[in-house]
């Protein structure tokens, strides 16, 4: 998804949301190396100023107020791991929900797997670093984020979509095993980064990433080979989860590996299906001039409508999230 279209949907999504009397704050960061890659993202915040527009650079023009100083204290916290080569800007209006509702929402560019940058798409290092760009994204909010004193530490939730939901799943306490990988890669068709690595012996051996301070999570639709996260890879899978799945799946998301999965999982999931659906349908809904750019991401099973199944997710995710992290003091 090129930049530009980043860009527009950042637009379209707020253009889109339903309108509110109060808009949710913006703020852009970034987090210095520190032995990695930065990372850089965009946070939303309760705010209790009237709707407005906000400029960034770049020409970006969004639906809520720069800076805005943040309504209330103790609040929890919502981490975001986006798609394959998407972006922080993906879920945009779940964010402003979110927001609306008294939670503070972090969400990040993984590096190498964005919109703008694809050059580590498919290598293993952007799969294994994931998790841990979420752990350093926490890190961030909860300790050296300007505004960290209004968080409540106890109250952290992730949403995830796409690859950013099998980064949620190992965030959470799921162990991969890439060795399911082999076979496919012994095909003579197998070129991606991932299969060289197999064949030249620098499969990952680290250890998943994981962040016992992460108390809920929403899934969307992940993407798994099948058996990539078998009944023991599972084990440690045992905070709420609400588990959302397309009824016709796309862009490595198949409705069967999710329903395998929700049958291993060890504490029953809330499990969900949307109707007449496909994997980019939980993208924030797209205006008419980034339907037109990017048709693949724009365009749903006759007869589904974006916008409206997008007030479900969203109230199913503020409800949520309320249910297991508790509501402000």
Same mark, same amino acid.
């Given at each position: ?32 190396? %520190? ?70 929402? =972090? ?5 190498? %797997? ?34 960290? =004193? ?15 939901? *099998? ?10 095993? *890439? ?26 051996? =680290? ?13 969307? %639709? ?36 999710? %329903? ?10 809330? *499990?969900?299906? @949307? ?40 109230? =199913?995710?503020? @409800? ?10």
């Amino acid at each position: 998804m090129p930049g530009r279209f980043a860009q527009l949907l950042l637009i379209a999504a707020f253009s889109l949301a339903a309108p509110h009397v109060e808009a949710a704050g913006l703020q852009l960061f970034e987090i210095p190396a %520190d032995g990695g890659l930065p990372l850089k993202g965009i946070i939303w915040t309760p705010c209790a100023a009237p709707a407005a527009e906000a400029a960034f650079d770049g020409g970006i023009v969004l639906s809520g107020v720069k800076d805005c100083a943040i309504a209330g204290n103790r609040l929890p916290l919502i981490v975001v791991s986006h798609g394959r080569r998407a972006s922080s800007l993906s879920h945009i209006d779940t964010a402003t929900a979110l927001a609306d509702a008294g939670f503070v929402v =972090a969400a990040i560019n993984h590096p190498g %797997d964005t919109s703008q940058d694809f050059s580590r798409t498919d290598e293993f290092s952007v799969l294994v670093e994931r998790p841990a760009d979420m752990k350093r994204l926490t890190d961030f909010m909860l300790g050296t984020w300007k505004d960290a =004193a209004v968080l409540d530490p106890r109250r952290v939730g992730l949403f995830g979509f796409s690859r950013g939901a *099998y980064t949620g799943l190992m965030v959470i306490g799921g162990n991969p095993d *890439y060795g399911v990988m082999v076979p496919l890669c012994q095909q003579a068709a197998a070129v991606a980064a991932k299969c060289l690595a197999i064949r030249e012996g620098r499969m990952p051996t =680290a250890p998943p990433v994981h962040d016992p301070r992460v108390k809920a999570a929403i899934l969307a %639709d992940p993407p798994l080979v099948e058996g990539l996260f078998n009944r023991e890879g599972v084990a440690g899978v045992t905070i709420p989860l609400l588990l959302w799945r397309s009824e016709f799946g796309g862009d490595g998301a198949t409705p069967n590996t999710i %329903d395998a999965l929700e049958k291993l999982l060890p504490v029953r999931p809330d *499990y969900r299906t @949307a109707s007449n659906s496909q994997h980019f349908s939980f993208i924030a809904p797209c205006p008419p001039a980034f339907a037109k750019a990017a048709p693949a991401l724009c365009t749903d099973p006759p007869g589904f409508d974006r916008v409206a199944f997008h007030r479900e997710l969203n109230d =199913a995710a503020v @409800a949520f999230f309320r249910k297991h992290l508790g509501t402000t003091p």
